[in-house]
Structures are given as C-alpha cells and as structure tokens.
C-alpha cells in the first residue's frame, strides 16, 4: 500500500510542468500557456518554487468573448474575484513564502477557452492597481475597456510604489512628495490585432506578443504618457471589427523601474450579435448604398467631366446626403436603415437642385464652388485622419478643430475659381476613387474609410473630440491606398487628355434653347422659322382626326 501511494505521488510530480492536468494547472513564470475551463469545473492554477527576491505576482486570463472568473478562493466571492474575458489578480507574497494558487471557474456554465501567464516582479517595482479606489478588488491590476459605436474608453486604478514582502505598503493619499507613489507616470499602448481577423488563435498570439512591459514596449504603439495627477482614463476611437489590446505600464522614474497592468482587449462589436454582431458586420442596407456609391464614383472618375450633369448630380447627392444624414441623426431618434434611405431621397433633391441650377442659369462657377468644397472635405479630412489630428490643440478643443478644418475645406474653391477645369476634373479622379474605396471597405475592411468616419463621428457626439483616431495601417489598407492613388491619376489624366481640345465647360441648356429660340424668330429664311407653335400643331393634329379626307389629286408646290 505504502509503496503504491510513493509510486502514485512521483507520478504526480513528474507531471507538475504540464500545461493542464485535470482541474490544476502549474505555471511557469512568463510562459504563456492555455486552459480550458469546462462547464462546472473550477480550475486552481498553482505558481511554485517562487524565488525569494519575488514581492508581487499577477496572474491574467485571456479569452476571446466568454467570461471567466479568477478568484483568490476557490468559491467565488465579491470582492476576492473578477469575471471579465480579461481578468488578472495581483497576490502580494509573505516572507518565506514559494507557492501561490488562485482559482479559474466558468461563471456562464459553458466550457471556456483562454490562455493565461504569471508575472512576477520584484520590491522595487510598482504595483499595479494598488490605489485602487474605484473598483471591486482591493488591489486590482486591471483594465476595464467600454465601447460604444463613437468611442472606446480606457480606465484603471493608480498604482503604488513597491514594497518588501511582508512590510505594510506606502500610504496612497498621506503626501505628494518624491518619496510617494505621486512620482509615477503611466505609459499608455495600444497593440492592434491582424485585419479581418476575429479567430481566437490570433488573439492569443496577440497576448503572447504584448503580455509583458518588455513585449508591449517592443510591439505595441505607446499612444501617451499620465502624471499621476491625469485621471487615470483615456478615449479612443471605436473601430468596429478591428481587434486591438490596450495596456498601461507604470514607470518608477526614480528607481528606473516598470511594471505591466493586465492587458485588455475589445473588437468594438459584439460577438453574440446574431443581427449585427462581429461576425456580420455592415448592414446589407449600408452595402447597397455604398456599392451604388462606389459605382457612380467610378464612372465619374473616369467620365465626370464630359458628362457634367451626371458629375453635378453625383457631387449634390453627396453633398445633400451627409448633412441631412447628421442632421436627422442628432435630432431624431429613426432607425439606422430608415435614416439612410431619407438621406438618399434628399441626396437625390439635392443631385437635382444642383443640376437644374446650373441647366437654368448656367453658373459654372457656382457649380465648381460646391465641387471644390467636396474636395476640400476630403483633404481637410486626410490632413486630420493623420497623427496630426491627435495633437491636444485638437483634441482639447472643438473650435480650433473646426476652424483649421474649415480653412482647408475654403481654400479650393479659391484655386478652383482660378483653374475651374483642371480643379473640376481633379474632383472626379480624387473624389470618384475614394467612393471606389468605400465601397471596398462595404466588403473588405480598410482604415482609409476612418478618414470621412471620424469627421462624421466628430459631427455626431459632442464628447468624441478627447478620442484618439489614429487607425492600424495594415497590407489591406497599403493595397487600398495603392488602388485609390492608382484609379485618381488614371482619371485626372485620362480626362486632361480627352478635354484638351474641348471647350472648358459645356454650355447650360436653356441658355442654348433661348439663343435658339430667339434666333429662329429672327431669321426668316431658317425653315424652322415656318414650324407652327407645339399648340398649333397639336390642334392641327386634333383637326385632322375629324375632317373628311379629301380625294387624292394634282398637287403643284410652290416654289418657295
């Protein structure tokens, strides 16, 4: 008997440093590894053999979109515990101590899927979380990431400085000095996930990439800095479908020391969604419309400029469209298909009161205004869309965003004014390939459609200034720049060379039909001269339906 139990307990510690055995899992320090946590079972994660220089730990766990509760107990209970799909506790050790357990349940009683990784930091490094006055935990390392269709928000509790095991930690809030957690500053980053990938395996490697201070340092793009004295909350902009991690690393400036937050992720969608979720992104209403959208910008890119009445209706369209669109989602409260197809009834008014104005009064110039400005919203747009638009002069103010977005918009009606062709026929290849692109992003998704997207957000939320809107620039979104730059000049310089010899604009219809019109009554020798009126006629035709046909004869026309 003695000798099976023996046998039974080195079996058991030959298999310490497997990933999962049954409902324990041994962690190495650093290493990621998987668990999977099945219905009604709870799993104790176990971190042995702990070195003495260690002070604090953190265990984090990753899922896709499933929560998982990590507990200090193996019962769950509030306070002691964190259900999230990223949750991560922080255990201060005691003297002598060399072995941790924490506890991995499925609080939805459904199996759950997750890669988890144990950190370990030394008494000179900050804690994560450890002036935590905000959330459930007492020490709570952790980052809580909302979204909304506008902005995705960023929160976590202020660190504190390090501490030897078995000491009391400093005090939060006594003093400001340097010899207080004060002195910390907080790295912001955010690490964005392939394109078009929502698979679980891309997600873990994700983590394995940027779990760490050294990986996220390495991998991911550090958005800012915090003093301690900043709220400790940041705002970005939502990206619906796109994956990305966020994480915070705390600095010791003094002691040229860091410590890692538990990471956390978000895809801005929701992946239970049977509607709309994340794997079914894009309403088919929003397909229809910009793929219409995308055709019509290809046939001007190409022909706006010798077909000028398609091109003015495509730009009024345009023009009439979004602003009625902002303008009925900030007053009203109709569904989203609803308010896209009112938009496309005024963008088709619109189309038309643009055309029949230039078809009655033949002002090129007002035309070529509107064009100009179409062009102009793009480019303020891109100026804005780069790191450019992130600075705090924007950020902080929606007068100075405004403003500068204005006078780039207003400064290509000025040069149009100067050189209305070639600023007309530059309008139809920009402008016509960037709706190509839309249509595209219908499909396939692009950063590029950000550009227009954050100015719309901008006009719709008045809170959405404080987001940061740079956008991940992938091989996707490299290929749709390279198609949108390719079919612009294409365009431009097909139309240059087609119109060269033609004259600069086509003449306004009923301008013509006047000319016409007047010139026929003056010239006596013209036969149309001689045409009766469209009455007249009309009433000669109805004359001849009742009078009796006389016999067929003779007939001598006159010689003039």
């Not at 990621?32 to 971190?47: K, R």
């Not at 873990?204 to 940027?210: E, M, T």
């Not at 966020?246 to 538990?262: C, F, G, H, K, Q």
Request: aromatic content about 12%; hydrophobic content about 45%.
């Amino acid at each position: 008997m003695w000798s099976l139990l023996l046998l039974l307990l080195l079996l058991w510690s030959g298999f310490e440093g497997q990933a999962q055995v049954e409902n324990h899992v041994t962690f190495l320090p650093g290493t990621f590894q998987n668990v999977n946590i099945s219905q009604n079972e709870t799993v104790q994660a176990v971190v042995s053999r702990i070195p003495p220089e260690v002070a604090f730990i953190t265990l984090q766990y990753h899922t896709l979109y499933h929560n998982a509760t990590l507990s200090y107990t193996r019962v769950p209970v509030q306070g002691l515990s964190l259900t999230a799909a990223d949750s991560g506790l922080l255990s201060a050790l005691q003297p002598g101590q060399t072995l941790v357990s924490l506890f991995l349940s499925s609080p939805d009683e459904e199996t759950v899927a997750g890669t988890g990784v144990i950190l370990s930091y030394s008494n000179t490094e900050p804690l994560p979380g450890a002036c935590n006055m905000e959330f459930s935990l007492d020490v709570d390392p952790n980052i809580y990431v909302r979204y909304n269709l506008y902005e995705t928000s960023v929160r976590f509790a202020p660190a504190n400085l390090g501490y030897e095991r078995g000491q009391t930690p400093p005090a939060c809030d006594m003093s400001t000095g340097t010899g207080t957690r004060w002195r910390l500053e907080y790295d912001v980053y955010r690490y964005f996930l392939p394109e078009n990938d929502l698979s679980e395996s891309s997600l873990f490697s994700g983590f394995q990439a940027v779990g760490d201070t050294r990986g996220m340092a390495a991998s991911g793009r550090r958005v800012t800095t915090l003093k301690s004295t900043d709220k400790t909350t940041m705002v970005f902009s939502s990206i619906p479908g796109q994956g990305v991690i966020y994480s915070v690393i705390v600095r010791d400036p003094v002691l040229n020391t860091s410590a890692s937050y538990v990471p956390a992720h978000t895809y801005a969608c929701s992946f239970a969604s049977t509607l709309d979720g994340c794997q079914t992104l894009g309403k088919i209403s929003t397909k229809v419309f910009f793929t219409m959208a995308g055709l019509a910008g290809l046939f001007v890119c190409f022909f706006g400029h010798r077909f000028f009445k398609c091109e003015m209706f495509c730009m009024g369209f345009s023009f009439a469209a979004f602003f009625f669109f902002v303008l009925i989602t900030r007053t009203t409260q109709l569904d989203y298909d609803l308010r896209l197809a009112v938009s496309a009834v005024v963008g088709v008014v619109g189309g038309v009161v643009l055309v029949m104005s230039w078809w009655r009064f033949g002002s090129v110039m007002a035309c070529v205004v509107v064009v100009g400005l179409m062009l102009g919203f793009l480019v303020a747009s891109v100026v804005l869309f780069t790191p450019l638009g992130d600075l705090d002069v924007f950020r902080n103010s929606d007068v100075v965003f405004w403003v500068t977005f204005c006078c780039i918009m207003l400064m290509f009606p000025l040069f149009f004014m100067r050189w209305p062709r070639e600023g007309n026929i530059t309008t139809c290849g920009v402008v016509g390939a960037y709706a190509v692109v839309l249509a595209a992003n219908a499909y396939v998704y692009t950063s590029l459609s950000y550009i227009t997207l954050n100015v719309l957000k901008r006009f719709l939320n008045n809170n959405f200034s404080a987001a940061f809107t740079d956008a991940p620039f992938q091989a996707v979104d490299y290929a749709m720049m390279t198609v949108w730059a390719g079919l612009g000049v294409a365009g431009v310089v097909l139309q240059l060379y087609r119109e060269r010899s033609r004259p600069f604009f086509p003449p306004s219809p009923y301008l013509m039909w006047l000319q016409e019109r007047e010139r026929r009554k003056t010239n006596v020798l013209d036969p149309s001269h001689h045409v009766p009126s469209l009455p007249g006629r009309l009433m000669e035709q109805a004359r001849q339906l009742v009078r009796r046909r006389e016999p067929a004869g003779e007939h001598t026309p006159l010689l003039l």
